[in-house]
């Protein structure tokens, strides 16, 4: 395994570029959030070791910095997930809305419990915490995008939905 | 009492962008404050509003301004806390997505305010659809002139960037955030120092919620002493309040500070009453962290004095009876609502949150969703709620960050007012159907 194997594209290198821009030549440190969450979307979905390693030169920093960071924070996947990763929060008043209702639908539906892709590795469900969509509950997020005052039915058109995208979901 | 100043234009199709915002009055204050105010002058106007921080903690904000320090040739920060993470709370979100370029113009005038020439917003990673819609809003403003170099000809320079989090509750304190902003780890730091003397990369910094900069414009508009008019005592202005559980109609509510709690509750101009009919059980009234109260001491208090939406009278009668505005992440529960089982929903919340620095809210914030959890699946006894409330008590004011409070104060107010919940369910594990939730059983009560 080498760093060589893992590249940003000419699209991505310009975004890198751009962040780097936004702080002091000397702090440039403070973009390890923002490549996180770029190389996280340009390869696959997760943070390899390799990804890691990769974010490392990008900045001039030991591994370990990226690692001890990458693992602290909850967006970050250390772990491959499947193309649409439901994030359904389960704290309060999405719960006094139903919450666990709706994991257990998807449970059903998916055939899968929290945490197992599907067998296509087409979703996953992960259950977070509050997502500041109390007003709007139950919800979950897929990718940059949230889906509010879910139903059953509503959540059979989504999942049909993205079945026919077939894309990757991505925050960035 | 229905002075608007931040949601006054929300509902204007196209506000989102520069042009319709700027036909609503849009950046006249920057254009007041840049061409008729000195740095100093503003400071000034914002003390004299009594404007108090918004995220939570109260703090007045012309006060925290004017903490500062400006050594020469050192460079000072804004940076503007947009990591809302606290359950319950949705405004920040609701006013950045609608309302993108007030927090702009907000940003522009307190940075020159500050004598700041760069200022970053960070926002939680899971707004990242937000993101763009503030990244958009600023390319607009660089196009127009309103940021960038010599901003509408005063000299003023100001580069404006948004960075996201990563997922962390934590990084919502000042001090964890700046670890996060400088990438690593959102370990709150130990105070003193206090970011205004050593914030960002060890420069000067001001940290304030979304908020309280949007605020600034309005008062810079109108001036201090009008927004100070606005509002009872010293709860001066407007404040947004997200407005979520079993009411009829949740969402983002901005009210002038001293509306009664029983009627922003009741009233159809805000919460519209009960969902299906119900009875009022409980309230949250400032976000996860601020103790819970039952319906009579969230109407009135132990005085028996009306209830109002203030800091001063919704803290009135400290913990015994009493709470606090926090972050206005006001949340309704009905009478079928199981306090316990909320309350083991904030317990699993903090312990997944906690940063793991200091051992009592480690360990504690893990100790306290265990034993909740044991009343849930009925395997709790009488003596659980003393080592309850035993542990929550070894937590507060024993960690280096306000986290160690947040985890504990929701578990020393359900017992405080709902002890016979807790009681109810070591008597009978069923007794969560006695409670009569709206809610089907869950897996871990069948566990």
Known sequence: MTTSEIKFNDEAQKKVQEILAQYPNDKSKSALLPLLHLAQAEFDGWLSPETMDYIASILNIQAIEVYEVATFYSMFNLKPVANYLIEICQTSSCWMCGAEDIVRYLEKKLNVAVGEPTQDGMFQIKTVECLGSCGTAPMFQIGDKYYENLTFEKIDAILEDLRKENKRSRYV | ??????????????????????????????????????????????????????????????????????????????????????????????????????????????????????????????????????QKAIKEAYAAGLLGKNILGSGFDLDLYVQPGGGAYICGEETALLESLEGKRGNPRIKPPFPAVAGLWGRPTVVNNVETIAAVVPIIQDGGDAYAKIGVGKSTGTKLISASGHINKPGVYEIELGVPVEEFIYSEQYCGGIRNGKKLKAVVAGGSSVPILPTELILKTAKGEPRLMTYESLSDGGFATGTMLGSGGFIVMDEDTSIVKNLFTFARFYRHESCGQCSPCREGTAWMEKIIKKFIDGKANMADIDLLWDVQSKIEGKTICPLGEAAAWPVAAAIRHFRHEFEAYVRNPQSINEVKHYYRLNNLVEA
């Open chain 2, 1 to 134: 009492m229905n002075e608007k100043l931040l949601l006054k234009y929300d509902h204007i199709p196209g506000i989102n962008t520069l042009a319709v915002y700027r036909q609503h009055n849009g950046y006249t204050s920057l254009e007041k404050a840049l061409k008729t105010l000195k740095p100093d002058e503003v400071v000034e106007e914002v003390k004299k509003s009594g404007l108090r921080g918004r995220g939570g903690a109260g703090f007045p904000t012309g006060m925290k301004w004017s903490f500062l320090a400006k050594p020469e040739g050192v460079p000072r920060y804004l940076v503007c806390n947009a990591d809302e993470s606290e359950p319950g709370t949705f405004k920040d979100r609701y006013l950045m997505e609608r309302i993108p370029h007030l927090l702009v113009e907000g940003m522009i005038i307190a940075s020159y305010a500050l004598g700041a020439n760069a200022s970053y917003i960070y926002v939680r990673g899971e707004y990242y659809y937000i993101i763009k819609i503030l």
